[in-house]
């Protein structure tokens, strides 16, 4: 599986983003998603996940009640919906998959197999 996320750019604060993450094959059952993000200097850290039916879904504090993950399996996208955005939301933002049993969402990074290369997104003040 191959992931290319996209739709990051240079946004002021409280501006809206729409981050995408197309899988190269079908992602239609048994593939938990999520977004991480990796700021300067800093470590990456979770920030949002859902599992393989799109029913469930888990954000960090820091972006909940801001952000919104969903998917299209018809499509094979993932997508991150960012709303209110701050200066402290900079990063690069990365998606994740895995082929899983499990009903859950994942949150742990080593859960997950495969990886997109990022898409940055800047927030200026």
């Known amino acids: 599986v191959q992931l290319q996320a996209s739709g990051g750019g240079l946004v002021q604060a409280g501006g809206s983003l729409t981050l995408s993450c197309a899988a190269s094959e079908l992602i239609l059952m048994k593939y938990a998603m999520g977004w991480f993000r990796q700021g300067t200097g800093k470590e990456r850290e979770f920030v949002a996940g859902i599992n393989w039916s799109g029913g469930s879904t888990v954000y960090a504090d820091s972006v909940k009640g801001r952000s919104s993950i969903s998917r299209d399996n018809a499509k094979n996208t993932m997508y991150l919906q960012m709303n209110s955005l701050k200066p402290e939301d900079t990063a690069i933002y990365y998606c994740?998959?895995?082929?899983?049993?499990?009903?859950?969402?994942?949150?742990?990074?080593?859960?997950?197999?495969?990886w997109g290369q990022g898409t940055l997104v800047t927030v200026s003040s």
């Open positions: 994740a998959a895995t082929y899983t049993r499990q009903f859950s969402v994942l949150l742990m990074q080593r859960e997950y197999d495969y």
